[in-house]
């Protein structure tokens, strides 16, 4: 049965609430690591690879073979360590093809000119389509477009097990929030629908936990458990039920701490904005009056 050919090991990122997976072909030993994390210290401006490194670490100890490091999303609370993976690894880059929109929007965002970004999926070594079908040794993994929480939004599912992303959190947390640019409510209530199509039995696995009431950390949930029990979408919530719960809740929500750093590195897939002349590299900040 593919369902037992299939392991997926959890990494934990204390700071940003971020969980990344190794998902593995047992009978392959070829695997495919999802949203990993660079660690940043903002204050100091100080980068470290200690999360990556544990993923490292796992993958020789379990003598893995990378196929694929593959993004959810460009995310906007943490830095990615796709880049320093792929060095590490020599797998690809992967992310879905509305990442070409993300660059985009903060293409202009950032002011960023052509030498630094095309805006067109450059950095990205594979940009995948809605639907695409790519493999993770013996298993077949299919691409589902989920956007809404941002652009480029897109789902895992493989053999049975869906990552994601930043679409649904655990059930008592409910969905991401959808007020960052190219965000929308409405589309992210039409990416849940498609996943509750989903057998039943499908294991979901969310990207954050920021443990509500401080319960103990969940990162595992199903589509039957979604259906009956998200307190922003459950199988029969209608669509301006949802968008209302969504919007109100975004108003309350303050700007993420990474939010600058993360998106200037995530854009580039993992990479650091090119050095200047001193060998230094900078991020920006875009400052505006109150
Ligand atoms: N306080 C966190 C917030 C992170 C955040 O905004 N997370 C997004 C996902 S990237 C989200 O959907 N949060 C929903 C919520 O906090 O309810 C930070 O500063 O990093
Ligand atoms: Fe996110």
Known sequence: MAANNVHIEMFFDKDSSTFSYVVTDNSTKVAAIIDPV???DAAAGMIS????????????????TVAWILETHAHADHLS????????????????????????????VFNL?????????????????DNERFSIGNLTAQVINTPG????????????????????????SGTARCDFPGGDAHILYRSVQRIYQLPDDTRIFICHDYQPNGRELRYQTSVAEQKTQNIHVKADTPEQEFV????????????????????QVNIRGGQLPKAEHNGVSYIKIPLKQA
Do not use: C, W
């Open 113 to 129: 000119n052509d030498d630094e970004l095309l805006a067109k999926g450059d950095y990205f070594d594979k940009l995948f389509a």
């Open 149 to 172: 929480h941002t652009n480029d939004s897109v789902s895992y599912l493989i053999a049975g097990n869906l990552v994601v992303g930043d679409s649904l959190f655990m059930p008592d």
């Open 244 to 263: 209302q719960k969504r919007e109100a809740r975004d108003k309350t929500l303050t700007v993420p701490r990474l939010i600058y750093p993360s998106v």
């Open 49 to 64: 690879t200690t999360d990556a490194d544990n993923i490292l670490a796992y993958i020789a100890a379990k003598d893995l």
């Open 81 to 108: 360590a796709a880049h320093y993976l792929h060095i590490k690894t020599g797998a690809p880059v992967a992310i879905g093809e509305g990442i070409r929109k993300v660059q985009q929007t903060f293409k202009l």
């Open 38 to 40: 660079l660690n940043y």
